[in-house]
């Protein structure tokens, strides 16, 4: 089977706009295309075709040809026995092959072993909650930088849910069900909803014994755009939705928190979110027999594929995920009250 007659090395052509130029063997573009044309040879033999090496690379067959030129000009021998159904590597071709994916396996160890111990360092742009902000992450703040020194944080708090690449925020800590979107969640915990009043505002309108006597009660609400307009509840085995409160409807965790202290209503919140006040007796909680047991996640999220990511962001998230500690908020309040 006749092969295509490749370059001569001691006479490589000329470059004009349609042709790459073969590089001298002294060095400059030799050494920019050496890796390349080495990792472009192990795939044509391995692929055994030009054309399927270019599908697995995203470029034209041409361009793949072309390395495989380049590589034997420089080189001095044919490495590729071509036909129109198959490429085949010559002796020379499969003995260099063969040294190439060595050479290739280090490269990629050396590669991740230089990258696994260089320390991360930059800024790391986080957005969360105002509630998580302060329960979930300013106490880890001190442990995130003794472990991470390289770093610094810019924290921006708001219950507004920010567009992260517009934003230039790295990671963002969400609440909730997330909706399909091009961010990229990694699981944080879990959290229980409780509704919960002040004691002072029990002792002026009563506890509610049964969801239906929340029609007698002030209940807070949300405004934010997300919001469920509605607390829902297992009553007899089956889930019943009371509507959320429209007297007073805040956008912001924590002044929700407050006006329940403040005895302005019933409030629901997030289990994490009221167990210190619980724990002190500031607020009570009330129709927990009637708690459906929903568990709402807490992400961290970014943008962009997992294995591109910043040292500096993957180092945050590392910490995050094993640092966050929610089990207590997944029980029931009386469960793992102590």
């Known amino acids: 089977m006749p092969a295509s007659r490749s370059a001569p090395a001691s006479r490589p052509p000329a ?21 390349a044309d080495l990792e472009t040879l192990v795939l ?18 041409s361009a793949v040809s072309k390395a495989m030129s380049r ?20 002796p020379e071709g499969a003995q260099l092959c063969q040294g190439a994916k060595r050479l290739l396996a280090d490269l990629a160890e050396l590669e991740a072993e230089v990258a696994a111990r260089s320390e991360p360092r930059g800024t790391v742009r986080i957005s969360a909650s105002t509630s998580a902000g302060a329960i979930l992450l300013l106490p880890l703040v001190p442990r995130l930088l003794e472990a991470l020194p390289g770093l610094s ?11 992260l690449a517009e934003t230039g925020i790295d990671i963002a800590i969400r609440w909730g069900a997330l909706p399909a979107s091009d961010v990229i969640a990694r699981p944080l915990g ?17 506890v509610p014994a049964h969801p239906q006597d929340l029609q007698h009660h002030l209940r807070l609400g949300w405004n934010y755009p997300r919001a469920i307009p509605h607390w829902p509840f297992l009553v ?18 924590d002044a929700m928190r407050q006006l329940a202290l403040q005895g302005a209503g019933l409030a629901r919140l997030s289990l994490y ?14 129709l927990q027999a009637f708690d459906c047991g929903d568990l709402e996640p807490i992400h961290a999220v970014y943008v962009g594929r997992p294995d591109r990511l910043p040292p500096r962001t993957r180092a945050v998230l590392d910490f995050l995920q094993a640092h966050v500690d929610l089990r207590h908020a997944e029980a029931p309040w009386g469960a793992t009250a102590r």
Do not use: K
């Open 44 to 61: 044509v033999a391995e692929r055994g075709s030009l054309s399927a090496a270019a599908r697995h690379l995203g470029v034209s067959p």
């Open 190 to 206: 879990r959290t229980r909803q409780v509704v919960v009043a002040a004691p002072a505002y029990l002792e002026r309108h009563g």
């Open 71 to 90: 590589l034997e000009a420089r080189l001095g021998v044919q490495l590729l026995q071509r036909s129109t159904r198959r490429v085949l590597l010559t």
């Open 153 to 163: 944080l810019d924290l921006h708090f708001s219950d507004q849910v920010v567009d």
């Open 273 to 286: 979110h009221a167990w210190d006040d619980l724990q002190h007796g500031r607020l009570l909680p009330v």
């Open 236 to 253: 007899d085995g089956r889930r019943v939705a009371v509507d959320a409160g429209q007297v007073i409807r805040v956008n912001d965790g």
């Open 15 to 35: 470059a004009s706009a349609a042709t790459v130029p073969v590089p001298s063997p002294a060095g400059g573009l030799a050494d920019a295309h050496r890796s």
